[in-house]
């Protein structure tokens, strides 16, 4: 560091611009955490350099840390008002923090200096919309110019400023108008079927997918949403069907001769260091199983070196990109299909025959806000069934989650013939419930022992159905490592992000006295108002892969405003 500053002081703007050369290059080689530590040490041998502190404020902001970019980059735009791309930074990160009134002044700011700044302008119909200001953005809307009609551009962003404020209807119009402007615009199509399909206009939106999936028809994403429209259909066959083409697709195990050309691109290598060791236990049970994967040993022995290279390296709970060295070991298989285990619908049903669902029914009507728990949930060979597709499946993609647990969604090919004879006969046994709900969304979570669980939140829903698959003598305390549930709804005006992704808000729901603590048991099924804030308990399970904690959960219904 001491002879860093002295460069700095006494050196050459080109020993400068080689230094931060190095960090680049750094970054670009999947180096992310060490091309920042590189940048902050630059930044503190030479604080007045706009130039670092504007790449600083890039890296840290897409290290996820948006509190440690807000000073570059303010420092940055106020040095330079002109720094488009510095304002833009900014904003985001004013809008990550849920400083929407900074966002506000920013682009008002930036406009008082260049009124004829559109793209201004639009980032600040955006940070007003983002606050909940619909009348003040309508106004900056009006007073776009006139010629904006003529800009696909500018009417391509305005829909999806809208559409992502939630306001789907007013999106056609600027969706179509790109369209009558640049007709073979293929965001402008994707969205418009989108905000179709939000809207309830299932016709028109499949017309347009599939024209879509014509031109491209192994486009992950187009799939994924013909899927979700024949769920919104309540057809869950087909969905189930579109969405493992889809899975088929986007997660196909690499060739070697592919593994070079993706690792080009940082965010095919972000992964979690608690996902790569689920990865690699997954892959010794396979091993342990002696499943025809191949290269299964080469697989197992790569996983290995990379995770001890990365100990004390990766950073515990967080998002990173995998050094393209290690990519090139492991990213053949890493959030990859490298075995799909069957699991069919079962004669004689899946469900618990000696179960009385009519009783349980009732029990949730009675139960005030509605919570109902039943054990031997499952028969035992639908219980068998669907661990052994859990146990077998490298469906785990979802990788991210800070608190080192992993999903496997739905829309991300989670699904079997098992789960949806499940589903479906849940709605049969359990009509006055369930019968005019649909399975709206359905997923698994797999925990890693030595982290936590899902903070307090709610589900966009009208019931959530939850039941466990690991063996109770995974658990090492029997009075816990299940759901708490508060009998507190979240409030119904609530948005998605306050009842969904606010802990600190919800928390204080899960924490009194009204509240219902369900402990973990296999085969325990929880059914519940998707409105109850509820929380992952603390939990203790024994080490090794068949003995983490597994939960299924599947979402019916609507939520309600």
Request: some cysteine; glycine content about 8%.
């Amino acid at each position: 560091d001491l002879a860093i500053q002295e460069r700095m002081e006494t050196g050459t703007p080109t020993e400068l611009d080689e230094a931060v050369r190095e960090a680049v290059l750094l970054h670009s080689r999947g180096k992310r955490d060490q091309a920042v530590e590189r940048l902050r040490r630059l930044h503190s041998a030479a604080p007045g350099n706009m130039s670092i502190r504007y790449l600083l404020g890039a890296l840290e902001l897409e290290c996820d840390d948006p509190a440690a970019a807000l000073p570059h980059l303010e420092a940055v735009v106020e040095a330079q008002p002109g720094h488009g791309q510095a304002a833009a930074l900014l904003g985001s990160a004013y809008r990550r923090l849920g400083n929407d009134d900074s966002a506000v002044e920013l682009w008002r700011t930036v406009l008082a200096g260049s009124p004829d700044d559109l793209r201004a302008r639009l980032n600040l119909i955006e940070a007003l919309l983002h606050r909940g200001d619909r009348d003040a953005a309508r106004l900056e809307i009006a007073r776009l110019p006139a010629d904006i009609q003529d800009m696909p551009d500018a009417q391509l962003t305005l829909g999806l400023i809208l559409h992502a404020a939630g306001e789907t209807g007013a999106t056609l119009d600027y969706y179509r108008r790109c369209l009558e402007l640049r007709p073979g615009d293929s965001l402008a199509r994707r969205n418009l079927a989108a905000a179709l399909q939000q809207l309830g206009d299932l016709n028109e939106a499949e017309d347009l997918l599939r024209k879509l999936l014509q031109e491209s028809p192994d486009d992950p994403e187009l799939l994924r949403n013909l899927g979700t429209l024949y769920k919104d259909r309540d057809n869950l066959p087909e969905a189930l069907a579109v969405y493992a083409r889809a899975m088929s697709v986007r997660r196909r195990r690499l060739a070697p001769e592919e593994v070079d050309r993706v690792a080009q691109d940082p965010e095919a290598r972000e992964t979690t260091l608690h996902s790569l060791r689920l990865e690699l236990e997954q892959l010794e049970y396979l091993a342990g199983e002696s499943l025809a994967v191949p290269d299964l040993d080469r697989l197992v022995a790569g996983y290995r070196q990379v995770i001890e290279d990365l100990r004390g390296y990766a950073p515990e709970g967080k998002r990173f990109a995998l050094p393209k060295e290690h990519f090139a070991v492991v990213g053949e298989a890493m959030h990859r299909l490298v075995h799909l285990e069957p699991a069919p619908a079962l004669d004689g049903g899946a469900l618990n025959p000696d179960l009385d669902f009519g009783a349980l029914q009732a029990r949730y009507r009675n139960s005030g806000p509605g919570i109902v728990v039943a054990d031997d949930f499952l028969r035992a060979e639908a219980l068998t069934g669907l661990r052994r597709y859990l146990h077998r499946s490298t469906v785990w993609f979802g990788y991210g989650k800070a608190r080192g647990y992993c999903g496997s969604y739905m829309e991300d090919g989670f699904g079997c013939g098992l789960l949806l004879q499940i589903a479906t006969e849940l709605r049969d046994r359990m009509p006055e419930l369930l019968g005019r709900h649909h399975l709206n969304q359905m997923w698994a979570y797999i925990y890693d022992q030595r982290m936590q669980g899902i903070t307090a939140h709610a589900d966009p829903a009208a019931v959530n159905l939850n039941f466990w698959i690991t063996p109770d003598d995974a658990n090492l305390d029997p009075g816990s490592g299940g759901l708490v549930v508060s009998r507190r709804e979240a409030p119904r005006e609530w948005d998605f992000d306050q009842y969904n992704n606010r802990p600190e808000i919800l928390e204080p729901y899960v924490a009194g006295e009204d509240r219902v603590v369900v402990p973990h048991r296999c085969n325990r099924m929880v059914m519940f108002n998707s409105n109850l804030v509820h929380k992952t308990d603390d939990f203790s399970f024994r080490p090794g892969f068949t003995n983490r904690r597994i939960n299924v959960t599947m979402l019916f219904g609507w939520r309600q405003p």
